[in-house]
T-cell receptor, first 114, second 114 residues
Framework: DAKTTQPNSMESNEEEPVHLPCNHS???????IHWYRQLPSQGPEYVIH???SNVNNRMASLAIAEDRKSSTLILHRATLRDAAVYYC???????????????FGQGTTLQVKP | DVKVTQSSRYLVKRTGEKVFLECVQD?????MFWYRQDPGLGLRLIYF???????EKGDIPEGYSVSREKKERFSLILESASTNQTSMYLC?????????????FGSGTRLTVV
């Protein structure tokens, strides 16, 4: 399975944008990039996913490099409730050997300062 | 609200006891998973199941077994609990399309083995 590399921790100020990077240099052409986050004392929750094009939803934006070897999760205005561990995960296409399995790395712990 | 419910939030068991951790989902999801989460090690996959009565080993299955007799219920069994199985246990279910595997996690069971 292709691996991802994320910084262990990042800090942000409240109301400012946050860019969370993820490197995945061994990504295959059919791997989807997923982002999940884990708030304190909770299980992880889905944030966003993409394949090649940049994606936006109500929680965040996902910017994917043209060569797909890296991606960036963008929180446009960080709030205190965004303090969490953010996981960048690759998943193969449906029907591949790792269908349905999400393998979590260490993630990035985001601190948001008031 | 869709839910994954874990039967206990906190559990204390003695070494050598047989321990059952129960997980129920109400979303009719095919896939169910058991992870454990430890400081510095992240989330590690123990077992997963793609269908009733089917199970597959994850990355750390030793010392554990699972049961999936009904689609909505996935049980994790510690045959003889040991202190190194003290951990946070997270259950999840998912529905996968070609693009997205949407995971829903339970709130976790913090198991202490004394």
């Amino acid at each position: 399975d292709a691996k991802t590399t994320q910084p262990n921790s990042m800090e942000s100020n409240e109301e400012e944008p946050v860019h969370l990077p993820c490197n995945h240099s061994t990504i295959s052409g059919t791997d989807y990039i997923h982002w999940y986050r884990q708030l304190p004392s909770q299980g992880p929750e889905y944030v966003i996913h993409g394949l090649t094009s940049n994606v936006n939803n109500r929680m965040a934006s996902l910017a994917i490099a043209e060569d797909r070897k890296s991606s960036t999760l963008i929180l446009h205005r960080a709030t205190l409730r965004d303090a969490a561990v953010y996981y960048c995960i690759l998943r193969g296409p449906h029907g591949s050997s790792n269908t349905g399995k999400l393998i979590f790395g260490q993630g990035t712990t985001l601190q948001v300062k008031p | 609200d869709v839910k994954v419910t874990q039967s206990s939030r906190y559990l204390v068991k003695r070494t050598g006891e047989k321990v059952f951790l129960e997980c129920v989902q109400d979303m009719d999801h095919e896939n169910m998973f058991w992870y454990r989460q430890d400081p510095g090690l992240g989330l590690r996959l123990i077992y997963f199941s793609y269908d009733v009565k089917m199970k597959e080993k994850g990355d750390i299955p030793e010392g554990y077994s699972v049961s999936r007799e009904k689609k909505e219920r996935f049980s994790l069994i510690l045959e003889s609990a040991s202190t190194n199985q003290t951990s946070m246990y997270l259950c999840a279910s998912s529905l996968c399309t070609a693009q997205l595997c949407g995971y829903t996690f339970g709130s976790g069971t913090r198991l202490t083995v004394v």
